[in-house]
Every structure is written in structure tokens, then in C-alpha cells.
């Protein structure tokens, strides 16, 4: 699984100019999910996610998680962060899972992340086409790819 963390002071999804998603300061996650992807995946990644101390404390330093300062979350999810771009200018999404497989996941790591931070995790439309807005707050974007846990 590989993921797109933005820390954000508001965001929103809306799908036919409708609103589905809307949070306040929390974290946008934008997850790709491949075929060698797993159950034990999209709980690590849960839980990495919530304890990542990315939020601000009183003294400006980052050293404060979502549980920390009772922040909200959105998962969308988007196959595209797993282009490969190595051969000519069309990427590929060989390596992205097909809906059969990534759909499950992705519903387990919403569940899975809704569990870590005691709180309901709002999220796209699977496969939709959304329109993401969002206040990136310090800018502060970071990616994790559960094949590289670093």
C-alpha cells in the first residue's frame, strides 16, 4: 500500500457537486493499493498513520499525532500512486490492484484506521471521480509505502 498524507486544517470530497467528505484539522490520505498488497498491510499502515507525530504542540515543533490533537481523517482512494512511468509518457497500473482485491483492502484500512484513532473515517466513493479540496497546513505531506517501511 502506498500513501499520500497531507495534514490539513480543512478538506472536503465532493462527487457530482455533491459533498460526501468533509473534515477539519486532521489528515487527507490518498491510498494506492497494488496486488501484492494484504490484510496485515492495511493494518500496519493504520496504525503508522495515527501515531505519526506530524501535528504541531504549543511550541511549533511536530510533535503531536492525529489521537493527540483529536484531528479527523479522509481516505480517497487512487490506484494512480502506483504509475510507472518508466517507459514511455502513458503510465502503467500493472502493478495496481484490480477492484476484486483492492476494494476489500481498502475498506479494511478504513476500518482498521477508524479502530486506531477512535474516531470514523470519512472517505470517497471507491473508483469514483472526485473532486479532493483541501487546506495542506504547514505544507506537511508525507509518503509511506508499506514495502519500504522506513
Do not use: C
Amino acid at each position: 500500500m502506498r500513501a499520500v498524507i497531507q495534514r490539513v486544517s480543512k478538506a472536503s470530497v465532493q462527487i457530482n457537486k455533491n459533498n460526501v467528505a468533509q473534515i477539519s484539522a486532521g489528515l487527507v490520505i490518498l491510498l494506492g493499493i497494488e496486488i501484492e498488497d494484504t490484510k496485515e498491510d492495511a493494518v500496519w499502515l493504520a496504525n503508522k498513520i495515527s501515531q505519526l507525530r506530524i501535528f504541531s504542540d504549543a511550541e511549533g515543533k511536530m510533535n503531536k499525532s492525529i489521537l493527540d490533537i483529536e484531528g479527523e481523517a479522509i481516505v480517497v482512494s487512487q490506484f494512480t500512486l502506483h504509475a510507472k512511468t518508466k517507459k514511455g509518457n502513458r503510465p502503467s497500473y500493472i502493478k495496481a490492484a484490480r477492484p476484486e482485491q483492492s476494494i476489500p483492502l481498502y475498506e479494511q484500512f478504513k476500518e482498521d484506521l477508524s479502530v486506531a484513532i477512535a474516531k470514523e473515517v470519512q472517505s470517497g466513493k471507491f473508483g469514483a471521480d472526485m473532486q479532493v479540496s483541501l487546506i495542506n497546513d504547514g505544507p506537511v505531506t508525507i509518503i509511506i509505502d508499506t514495502k519500504n517501511k522506513e
